[in-house]
């Protein structure tokens, strides 16, 4: 049975979807996108024995939208970790879009936290700087996030209309698709006060590179991830290239192991287009990885 419940980290109050009985796995969704999204892995992971529960992000709900306007990448390893240490102190970990992201440096940073990680639609994150020299396509399809470095212009693309803007993402990172509930869903949370803004602070703070948070950052990114790792990616991910792979996914990063799954007829979004596909890799990983 799913149930609504709260995270929380300081004076944060993160809602969040939560059911099952057994090892804890977290679930993080990623932009333009909502928590809610998850519903279908969350039922999956509870019939399979596990305790799933996927918390909104820093910034994509009112009551977590820190005063200080930090959505940066460490303070969203920081959220994590106290999530973790809440349901117990050792946790499976699973991450779409940014959620991969802030699962990379989350196990590289801390890797007797998490007993296994699955990475969905983000190749390695330590190497995507100088594959981009490499794959000179990913620097096109990466140009949203030129664009969202702007003041003002951002926020009123993704909010003209009917969040025609939000659309256009989807259509584009996940071609070939009808997202129907999965987009109102989105649209939803993202129309909440204050979430576009803070949505955009994530892209924002990831090239304000002379704050210590962002060094701190790239310390992590340096590391080892010791964590047993999955990487999923959709063959038509129209956001991140999959040609990245062949730069990215060195298995020496990984002294924990990783393996990778390519799948067909799945774009940027591949756990809502593929679930039955994807829940099976996902499932597979946790059984063979329990938390001792």
Not at 91 to 117: K, M, N, R
Not at 190 to 213: D, M
Not at 280 to 285: A, D, N, P, V
């Amino acid at each position: 049975m799913m149930k609504q419940v709260e995270l929380v980290n300081g004076d944060l109050r993160f809602p969040a979807l939560m059911a099952g009985n057994g090892e804890p796995v977290i679930l993080l969704h990623g932009f333009p996108d909502t928590y809610e999204n998850w519903a279908v892995q969350i039922n999956a992971l509870a019939d399979a024995g596990y305790t799933a529960i996927a918390p909104a992000l820093r910034g994509y709900s009112p009551g977590c939208q820190p005063g200080n306007g930090d959505c940066s990448l460490y303070a969203a390893v920081d959220d994590l970790m106290v999530f973790a240490a809440q349901l117990g102190g050792r946790v499976h970990l699973i991450g779409h879009d940014w959620g991969a992201v802030v699962g990379y440096l989350a196990c590289a940073q801390s890797p007797e936290t998490f007993c296994s990680f699955s990475a969905l639609a983000i190749p390695p994150v330590r190497r995507i700087p100088q594959a981009l020299l490499k794959v000179p396509e990913q620097v096109l399809l990466s140009g949203y996030m030129q664009f969202f470095q702007l003041p003002l212009a951002p926020e009123a693309w993704l909010q003209r209309g009917d969040l025609d803007g939000v659309t256009t993402l989807w259509q584009r990172w996940s071609p070939d698709w009808e997202p129907g509930l999965y987009l109102d869903n989105a649209k939803h949370t993202l129309a909440e006060p204050g979430v576009i803004p803070a949505a955009l602070s994530w892209y924002r703070s990831l090239f304000k590179v002379w704050k210590k948070e962002h060094r701190q950052v790239r310390g992590w990114l340096g590391l080892n991830i010791a964590t047993p790792t999955q990487i999923l990616i959709g063959e038509n991910d129209g956001c991140m290239s999959p040609k990245l792979l062949e730069h990215t996914l060195v298995e020496s990063d990984f002294s924990g192991g990783v393996e990778l799954q390519v799948l067909p007829n799945a774009g940027h979004f591949l756990h809502l287009e593929q679930p039955e596909a994807v829940n099976h890799h996902l499932i597979r990983l946790l059984n063979n990885t329990q938390c001792e």
